[in-house]
């Protein structure tokens, strides 16, 4: 650098050399660039493309389990052709986009519920946002433990409120349908704050006199909302969405905490069984498949996303 | 007097403060069932009808989450993983945020679409090759077991949320700056730095709280109970028969507490990292 600067005088004499110079300059900058740069990214694709790469291997693989390791012998599709006949894994894959979907779809409403109370109020707002987050920083463990305490089939506070109210004693994680429901009311809890902070901060960017406009055409708070509101939210709630939406394809703290997958499988998530065939069963080859499917999901699902929202911007680009 | 107040209280009761207070009871309920839960004799824990106040307040929970299951140690463990993790993330994530804000370095586009791209990889996508690697190198239940990939799979998220801050410092400080004939590194450390503070401190939130929580690296990587974090310690408290909730709620009280304060404290920074990952990213 002291060089550089030694040598401005000269530079400004002639043009010819201040191209020179300057290529060498920024030639001299990339190079930093690329130095500072690239513990990070050694980083990222040791622990990260590699490994994927690897866990494609694996599943491409017959893996035989020796005894303190494992080993690969030749191609093989065989992983996939019983991942496909396996009715557990179609379950798993169908609950999985189900539940997403589910989800995901009523923390949008309820959080843009409470955005938009959020955003009416005038004082407090910053601890009201701070309360926001905590169930979003809780550690999905505890709230899992707590929720299954919540919901326990003998002493559970819900059991107590529903005899109370004369409802009997209804059955939340012991079969079925009220697990997968009682999964996602604990899902929701933890993950609807999420969604109204992103959306708070959305609408609190947004230009005020388009709403004072409608104010003076007398326009309905309902009909601001749907023609004004959404609209210019919609590139802020997508983001949220998204997140979202590969969050919960990668489902597993949850289930495996408060229902263990059950009962029986109705509970398993893709990322559940994977775990469960890989780790318990000590199948790494189709327990790789899992994975490998579960992260098609992902992909699929964010480039479907991608090109839905993109279609939608495009749309109100032309109008 | 008595009048004034009525009307002062009445003036509160209005659908927005309603739907307010409705918000504030769907959020604090469950919390409040945690805290109160953990005062709870253990024999409380499991009363039916269950008492919705401790009677009589205990601290046996808190005692035995200690003295019985090794908590401080999943304390410690947690700690010391969040802690040197944050602190790698933060200064190799920065010289590389620094570097694709303001750099000329060619084919940073395909580059920082691929950090996205791998940031919204699933975990389980690795675990199970991060396994077979770590078991084969002697890794497994080592505290690097979970420094390493909890470094590399914040790295993605951290370094758009801080490039993003450095692409608002003003480019003239840094040409200043060379032109005195400061080196790159310094130009960096003494300038680009403490203009990006907040762009760090958010990052380090986000990061900090994602290692503090994970929870499928921590079980299949660190297992053995000398290194197991908290949340691999509470998930396995008891035995499948016994769930001891009092020193679960216990132990949890004492986990949320770290991160609770953070991101209290930091809101702003939580709120404008979420918002700068959502509008920009």
């Known amino acids: 650098m002291a060089v550089v600067a030694n040598e401005l005088p000269k530079v400004r004499r002639s043009p010819t050399n201040t191209k020179i110079k300057r290529d060498t300059h920024s030639k001299r900058l990339a190079r930093i660039g690329w130095a500072f740069s690239t513990p990070a990214l050694l980083f990222v694709a040791l622990v990260t493309i590699f490994p994927i790469g690897f866990s494609l291997a694996l599943s491409l693989s017959n893996v035989s389990v020796t005894g303190n390791g494992f080993s690969l012998q030749g191609f093989t599709f065989s992983n996939y052709y019983e991942l496909l006949n396996s009715s557990t894994w179609r379950y798993a894959m169908e609950f999985t986009v189900f539940y997403t979907i589910a989800t995901v779809l009523v923390e949008l409403i309820l959080g843009t519920a409470i955005a938009l109370i959020l955003e009416r109020l005038t004082k407090g707002r910053g601890p009201m946002m701070a309360l926001l987050l905590l169930p979003w920083s809780m550690i999905t463990v505890i709230s899992a433990e707590l929720w299954q305490y919540i919901y326990e089939g003998t002493y559970g506070v819900l059991q107590s409120m529903f005899s109370a109210v004369g409802l ?44 004072e406009a409608a104010a003076v055409d007398g326009a309905s708070s309902w009909t601001t909302f749907w023609r004004i509101t959404f609209p210019l939210l919609r590139p802020t709630i997508a983001i949220a969405v998204l997140f979202r939406i590969l969050q919960a394809f990668g489902l597993f703290d949850l289930p495996f905490v408060l229902t263990g997958g059950g009962p029986g499988t109705s509970t398993t998530s893709l990322a559940l069984l994977s775990y469960k065939v890989m780790f318990q069963n000590i199948d790494y080859g189709p327990g790789a498949a899992v994975a490998v499917s579960a992260t098609l999901l992902v992909i699929v699902g964010s480039l479907l996303f991608l090109r839905v929202f993109k279609a939608q911007v495009g749309k109100e680009e032309l109008q | 007097m008595s009048y004034r107040t009525r009307t002062s209280w009445h003036k509160w009761i209005n659908p927005l403060n309603l739907a307010v207070l409705a918000v504030v009871l769907f959020i604090v309920l469950p919390i409040y069932w945690l805290v109160i839960s953990s005062f709870k004799t253990p024999v409380n824990v499991g009363s039916f009808p269950p008492q919705y106040f401790p009677n009589p307040v205990s601290f046996a929970n808190y005692g035995s989450a200690f003295s019985h299951y090794g908590f401080g140690k999943y304390f410690v463990n947690s700690l010391t993983v969040t802690v040197l993790s944050t602190g790698l993330v933060l200064v190799i994530g920065s010289l590389a945020g620094y570097a694709l804000a303001r750099l000329p370095m060619r084919g940073k586009a395909p580059l920082l679409v691929t950090l996205l791209v791998i940031s919204v990889f699933p975990e389980i996508a690795v675990v199970s090759p991060l396994y077979l690697l770590m078991n084969q190198i002697g890794w497994l239940n080592t505290y690097q077991a979970l420094i390493v990939p909890y470094t590399a799979f914040n790295l993605p998220f951290a370094i758009w949320i801080m490039r993003n801050y450095f692409l608002g410092i003003p480019k003239e400080m840094e040409e200043t700056s060379r032109i005195d004939g400061a080196s790159a590194i310094r130009t960096y450390w003494s300038i680009i730095l403490p203009q990006a503070r907040p762009g760090i401190f958010t990052a380090g939130v986000f990061v900090f709280t994602a290692c503090w929580t994970e929870f499928l690296m921590a079980l299949t990587l660190d297992n053995s109970n000398g290194f197991r974090t908290i949340p691999v310690g509470i998930a396995l408290f008891g035995s499948p028969n016994v769930v001891p909730y009092g020193t679960i709620f216990a132990a949890s009280v004492i986990a949320v507490i770290p991160v609770g304060t953070l991101v209290f404290v930091f809101r702003k920074f939580v709120v404008s990292g979420l918002t700068a990952g959502a509008v920009k990213g």
Do not use: Q, R
């Not at chain 1, 009997?168 to 009311?185: D, H, K, N, Q, W």
């Not at chain 1, 969604?195 to 006199?209: D, F, K, N, Q, Y």
């Open chain 1, 168 to 211: 009997g004693s209804p059955v939340f994680l012991g079969s079925p349908t009220p697990a997968v429901v009682s999964m996602m009311v604990a899902d929701i809890w933890k993950t609807t704050p999420f969604v109204a902070v992103i959306v708070v901060a959305g609408l609190v960017m947004l230009p005020s006199e388009v709403f």
